[in-house]
C-alpha cells in the first residue's frame, strides 16, 4: 500500500479521523460492503474442498477406494504438509504481487486439482491429489487475512475476521446439505456420488475463481469504489493505526518475524484451536455415523453444529471489537469447547454426545476469528504482519496432521477427544500467558515514553522497528 503527502487534505482527514466517529462507522460499511461478501464466498469454497473428503468418506469412498486402516487419515494428513510450508512463500509473494490477481491464479489451480479428484481410483491416487489440493489452497486462507488487515484498523479486524472465517462453519452445514444432494447422482456418466461431489465442487471453485480478476479490489490507495476524500480517509486511519511504521517490502522485516518468541507464543495458541476445528470438519460426519445413524442422516446432521458455531463466531467477534480484547474471548470459547469434549468423552448416549458435539464446535469456532485478529494486531508493519500471520497459519496448520490421526478407536473415540482436551488446554495456558506479556510490554513501553519523552510527533523515528516501537502497544 503506497502512502501519499501529508498536504493540507490529509491533515484535514486527520482531524476528521480522530473526532467524527460516524464518518468512521459509514466508511468502513462501505469497505465491509465492497470486500467482505467476496472474500467470504473464497473460503467458503476453499474450507469445502478441503473438507469434503469427510462427507465423501462415508458417502462410500472409503469402500470404493479400500480405505481400510489408517488409509484414510493419510489422506486427510497429507493434505496439510505442503499447505503449511507454502504458507509465508505465498504471503511475500501477495505483497509483491497484486492480490486480484494472485488469489484468483491460485484458486483456479486448486479448483482445478479438486475438480480432477473425481476421477481417482485408488488410495494411492487420493494421496497424491490431497497432496497437491494442499499445495494449491495453501495462500488463500492467509492471504485473505493478511489483506484484510491491509484495509482495517485493529480495533475492527476481530468482527471482520469473524465474518470471513464463518464461511468455514457455513461451508461445515453446507457441505453436509451438499454431500446429500449430490450422493443421489450415484451411477450418472459412470461415477459414484462421492465422485460428483468431488467434480462439482471443483468446478464451483474455478467458475467463482474467473469473476476474481474482475471483482476482487487490491489496496485502499486504488480502491474504485472509494472517492478520494475516503480513500485518504482510510489511508489516514489506517497510518495513525500503525504509527506510521513501514508499509515497503524489506527482508529485516521477514526476520523480525521469524525472531521474534511472541510469533511462536502464537503459533501454540492457533495449533491449539485448530487441531479440534479440523478434527470437527474431517470427524463430524463419521462421529455422528457412529451414534448410530445411517449415513444420509448422518450428513444432515452434522449441519446444526456448523451452523451454530457460524453465528456465535460472528457474535463474538462483534464483541471482542467493541470490547477490544482477544485473550479473554479466546480463552472463553476454548473453555466453553474443551467442556463439550469432555460430555462427548464421558457420556455414551447419542442425545448427550451430539450435545456435546454442538458445544465443542460452538466454542472452538469463534476463538479462530479473535486469535488471527490478536496475532495481526500485535505484529507491527505490514510485511512483520503478512509474515507472522503466515506463520500462525502455516505452523499452525501442522496440527491438521494430528487431526487426522487421532480418531482411530470408534465408537467413543477417546483418544481423540482426550488428545483434543490437550491442545485446548494448552491456548488457555498459552493465551494467559501472552495476555500477561503483553501488558507487561505495555507498561514498560509507557514508562520509557515517559522517561526520554517520546511523543507520537517522534513516530518517523522507529518507522522500521514494527511492533518494537516504543510507540506501540500490543492488544491484550
Not at 462439482?200 to 475463481?209: C, K, P
Request: net charge neutral; charged share 15%; hydrophobic share 45%.
Amino acid at each position: 500500500m503506497s502512502s501519499l503527502p501529508r498536504d493540507s487534505t490529509e491533515s484535514r482527514i486527520e482531524k476528521d479521523t480522530e473526532l467524527d466517529p460516524a464518518e468512521r462507522a459509514r466508511v468502513l460499511r462501505k469497505l465491509d460492503v465492497h470486500l467482505l461478501p467476496f472474500v467470504s464466498l473464497l473460503y467458503l469454497l476453499s474450507f469445502l474442498d478441503r473438507a469434503n473428503v469427510g462427507n465423501a468418506k462415508i458417502a462410500g469412498m472409503s469402500k470404493d477406494l479400500h480405505l481400510v486402516g489408517y488409509r484414510y487419515n493419510i489422506a486427510a494428513a497429507v493434505f496439510f504438509i505442503l499447505y503449511s510450508f507454502a504458507e509465508i512463500p505465498s504471503n511475500i509473494a501477495l505483497k509483491l504481487f497484486r492480490p486480484s490477481r494472485w488469489i484468483p491464479s491460485i484458486m483456479i489451480a486448486w479448483g482445478l486439482v479438486m475438480t480432477l479428484m473425481c476421477l481417482v481410483k485408488s488410495y494411492q491416487g487420493l494421496v497424491i491429489a490431497r497432496l497437491f489440493l494442499g499445495l494449491t489452497e495453501s495462500g488463500l486462507f492467509p492471504g485473505v487475512t493478511y489483506y484484510i488487515s491491509l484495509w482495517y484498523p485493529r480495533a475492527d479486524r476481530s468482527m471482520r475476521i469473524a465474518i470471513f472465517f464463518s464461511a468455514a462453519t457455513f461451508a461445515g452445514a453446507f457441505g453436509g446439505i451438499l454431500a446429500y444432494v449430490i450422493e443421489q447422482m450415484e451411477g450418472i456418466a459412470g461415477l459414484h456420488g462421492w465422485q460428483w461431489i468431488f467434480c462439482l465442487e471443483g468446478i464451483a471453485t474455478i467458475l467463482v475463481a474467473c469473476t476474481a480478476f474482475f471483482f476482487m479490489y487490491d489496496y485502499p490507495d486504488t480502491a474504485s469504489f472509494l472517492t478520494d476524500a475516503e480513500r485518504h480517509y482510510v489511508i489516514e486511519l489506517l497510518r495513525q493505526d500503525s504509527n506510521s511504521l513501514s508499509t515497503e517490502y524489506r527482508f529485516q522485516f521477514v526476520l523480525q518475524a521469524l525472531r521474534d518468541y511472541k510469533s511462536y507464543v502464537q503459533v501454540g495458541i492457533y495449533i491449539g484451536l485448530l487441531v479440534p476445528v479440523y478434527a470437527i470438519a474431517l470427524f463430524t460426519p463419521t462421529i455422528i455415523n457412529e451414534l448410530g445413524y445411517s449415513a444420509a442422516n448422518a450428513q444432515l446432521l452434522s449441519v446444526p453444529p456448523f451452523v451454530c458455531g457460524c453465528i456465535f463466531t460472528i457474535l463474538v467477534g462483534i464483541i471482542s471489537d467493541k470490547h477490544k480484547l482477544r485473550g479473554p474471548y479466546v480463552i472463553g470459547g476454548a473453555l466453553v469447547s474443551l467442556v463439550g469434549y469432555i460430555i462427548l468423552y464421558t457420556q455414551s448416549s447419542a442425545a448427550a454426545s451430539y450435545a456435546g458435539a454442538v458445544l465443542a464446535t460452538v466454542g472452538v469456532y469463534p476463538t479462530i476469528a479473535v486469535d488471527l485478529a490478536w496475532t495481526s494486531s500485535n505484529a507491527g508493519g505490514d510485511t512483520k504482519r503478512g509474515v507472522v500471520l503466515a506463520m500462525v497459519i502455516g505452523i499452525g496448520n501442522l496440527g491438521g496432521i494430528c487431526s487426522s490421526f487421532i480418531y482411530i478407536d470408534p465408537p467413543r473415540f477417546h483418544t481423540g477427544h482426550g488428545t483434543i482436551m490437550g491442545f485446548l488446554t494448552l491456548s488457555i495456558l498459552l493465551s494467559l500467558f501472552g495476555m500477561w506479556d503483553y501488558n507487561r510490554i505495555n507498561k514498560e513501553k509507557e514508562s520509557l515514553c515517559r522517561e526520554q519523552g517520546i511523543t507520537d510527533d517522534r513516530r518517523d523515528e522507529f518507522v522500521n522497528m514494527g511492533d518494537a516501537s516504543p510507540l506501540y502497544r500490543y492488544t491484550i
